[in-house]
């Protein structure tokens, strides 16, 4: 890994969110997870939760698959699991839904640790979800069609959140526990080396200040 590498790497890493987080309803078009992940990855969304859709989770799209490295997806077999998982996590989830109970998406606040809780392309949020929800909220439609794609709706939510954030300064420090940055960067930059400790059960090699692995500090050496 180049300095600059490393340095591109923990630059993203202190701006992640760890407590801004999305939930995905059975979301399963591949085009549009991949879009999703994308502007998670923008915004700085730290992790995904996703019900599977008919049992499974598209991996196929190569634009997801990538996406996934930098933002880890986690899989659920219902929302229920989804919902419980990221509450006890502390978040308020808010559900992106048309109704006559939902107010305008840019009204509410998210520098609190919020879940946004996005549906399936066709059906939406289901009723099991909705009534899980803390919060509705609705995308403002002016023209004749009543919804937009999931994956601009959830882009649009994210930007609100980060626009929010951002004001209230919420970038400007690392967020991050330090267990869990250092976990990640070394995921990020040594991916082959960071599999191989998880397939064999043992510990990352310390990083050094120029992000180079301490082999000589480390019990496993290759």
């Known amino acids: 890994m180049t300095p600059e590498r490393y340095r591109r790497l923990r630059a993203v890493l202190d701006r992640r969110q760890p407590d801004l987080l999305v939930v995905l309803d059975e ?26 859709a008919r ?55 998210y520098t609190g640790p919020t879940a946004l809780l996005m549906g399936a392309e066709l059906p939406g949020v289901s009723p099991a979800a909705l009534a899980l929800a803390d919060s509705l909220v609705t995308i403002p439609m002016l023209g004749m069609v009543t919804s937009l794609n999931v994956s601009v709706a959830t882009a649009l ?18 967020r991050l526990d330090p267990e869990r940055y250092g976990r990640t960067l070394f995921e990020w ?16 090699p310390p990083l050094d200040a120029e992000g180079i692995p301490r082999w000589q500090a480390w019990p496993h050496k290759p």
Do not use: M
Request: hydrophobic share 45%; glycine share 8%.
């Open 27 to 52: 979301v399963h078009k591949p085009h549009n997870i991949a879009a999703i992940l994308r502007s998670c990855d923008a915004v700085g969304v730290a992790e995904v939760h996703a019900v599977k």
């Open 55 to 109: 049992g499974y989770v598209h991996r196929k799209a190569t634009s997801a698959a990538g996406a996934r490295r930098w933002v880890p997806v986690v899989e659920h077999p219902g929302v229920a699991a989804a919902i419980d998982r990221v509450r006890a996590a502390g978040c308020r989830v808010v559900a992106a839904h048309p109704g006559p109970a939902s107010v305008d998406f840019r009204t509410l606040d």
């Open 157 to 174: 939510l994210l930007y609100e959140a980060q626009r929010q954030r951002e004001a209230a300064g919420l970038y400007a420090a690392v």
């Open 189 to 204: 930059g040594y991916p082959d080396v960071a599999a191989h400790c998880r397939a064999h059960g043992i510990d990352y």
